[in-house]
């Protein structure tokens, strides 16, 4: 007789396993392996692609998304985190998965596991696993989470690799350089099979490791193009060429690398995944992610980024340059305490009219003190208004904020989070 399971809601199940292990992030393939191999959940879709990086995974497995899915194919993705809904991480044929399914695979994933501990994001990730091998899928597209090698989603053999662009992020893990940073990023690849890099500058230990494994590895101005034309941009490939593309609709220039870089990966699967031209377009057109340069108009413009780390704030700050502005900008900004602070709103800053440092709920989170004590020797005080809260700066906000400024969330997906929760308008 099946035993009953240990919870019945989303919620009880995701609040026990954030404190089932000791360790928030514990990197290591051995645990997760064992509990995949009891479920046997190895072979999530027909093909699997794995998607790492510092910055734009969660665009590249979008456009890719988008792509397939007009292409005609089955597609599942799993990404994190997510904003609103642990729902978000796991979307089957573009529709977010249920809690049942989430909660039946839990069940399941906490009988196989046996006597081993688990990790919130491993639990997730077998979750994701499980359901997707359950759905007959054409292909599965797997963010990998804080690395590569080491990470859960690393247990698969994925059949193709994308890795966007390498920054300095979470060092404490996976290096002080990126050297290092890209050495790891680079456990994901696979013998014999493509990967491309969507990064200009790859560190050399990138391509290292691509040799050594025997890797295919194309990589953005040596083996691929893009270049932006009046009305869109065009890419070159190996053998293919598109013409006057349509940018993709998620804000920023930093998406035609992203986008090239899929374009790169589609022609080098075309085999075994064909695309048509009428599909990429579509593709590009139709594609969406919240959190990524989102804007959401009104009377006062609210642009919502979970841009972290400098590159990101540089890519954001692009963005920001080009869009019409008739006021100011306020930046409501949270981050984790881990972060490079200083680094992030110089990016941002030359963008910026003033500065609203938040506390966030979560225990790693920068506490406001110290976040604004960063602020001020780049900003000044008098540009910094420090908020307990997102929901005290929403409130000063609709003081400050006038007709014509914007409203820049921006930080930690947390902070979008949270803002987001509160849906707050400017009337």
Known sequence: MTESPRFATLQDWLGWQETLHPSVIDLGLERVGRVADHLQCRNPAQLVISVAGTNGKGSSVAMLEAILSRAGY?????????????????RLCGEDVTDQALCDAFARIDRARGEDSLTYFEFGTLAALDIMSREALDVALLEVGLGGRLDAVNI??????????????????????????????????????????????PPHSLRAVADSVGAVLRVLGQDFSIGETAGGW??????????????????GAH?????????????????????????????????????????????????????????????????LRVLPLAGKTHALLGMMRDKDTESFVLALDPQVSCWYPVGLAVE???????????LEPIAGAARVNVCRSVADAVELLKDKAKSGDRVLVCGS?????EWSALQPEFG
């Open 74 to 90: 089955r597609v599942g993705c799993y990404t994190s985190p997510h904003l609103l809904r642990y729902n978000e991480r796991l």
């Open 156 to 201: 698969i053999d994925a059949d193709a690799a994308l890795i966007t662009s390498i920054a300095i992020d979470h060092t404490e893990w996976l290096g002080a350089d990126r050297e290092s940073i890209a050495r790891e990023k680079a456990g994901i690849m696979r013998a014999a099979c493509p990967v491309v890099c969507g990064d200009t500058d």
């Open 234 to 251: 065009h890419w070159q490939g190996g053998h293919s060429r598109y013409r006057d593309l349509p940018r993709p609709a998620l804000p």
């Open 255 to 319: 998406q035609l690398a992203n986008a090239g870089a899929v374009l790169m990966l589609l022609e080098m699967l075309e085999e075994r995944l064909p695309v048509t031209e009428k599909s990429v377009r579509a593709g590009l057109k139709w594609v969406q992610l919240a959190g990524r340069v989102q804007r959401l108009t009104g009377r006062v413009e609210q642009v919502l980024d979970v841009s972290h780390n400098a590159q990101a704030a540089l890519a954001l700050a692009d963005a």
């Open 364 to 374: 790693r989170a920068s506490p406001v003190g110290q976040l604004a004590a960063k």
């Open 413 to 417: 997906f947390y902070t979008v989070a």
